[in-house]
């Protein structure tokens, strides 16, 4: 077993579907989304990744994804946007989309 740290883009280049949540320590809604993440990660299990960049420490990576407001949630699968969305969304919704991509993409 590797302990090697994977970059972003092996990471979300992988089978398994990455879900990017780019936010900034200074937004109020960003801070709305941390228990929403963690009860998504709570009900998908291994299902997906969730990974968390700060916008002000990564200005490249959201350069990259265009990422013009926090908090932006990106779903990555196999390397490829599958969907987007800014603003918060509540868990409910996020395991849905996550469970129709895996689906769609499987």
Do not use: Y
Request: aromatic residues 6%.
């Amino acid at each position: 077993m590797s302990t090697q740290t994977k970059t972003f883009q092996e990471l979300i280049d992988g089978d398994i579907p990455v879900l990017v949540d780019f936010f900034a320590t200074w937004c109020g809604p960003c801070k709305m989304m941390q228990p929403i993440l963690e009860d998504t990660s709570r009900q998908l299990g291994e299902k997906v990744k969730i990974v968390k960049v700060d916008v002000d420490k990564n200005p490249l990576a959201a350069g990259k994804f265009q990422v013009r407001g926090v908090p932006t949630l990106i779903l990555f699968h196999k390397g490829k946007t599958v969907w987007r969305q800014s603003g918060v969304v509540p868990a409910h919704q996020l395991v849905q989309i996550i469970n129709s991509n895996l689906m769609a993409h499987a």
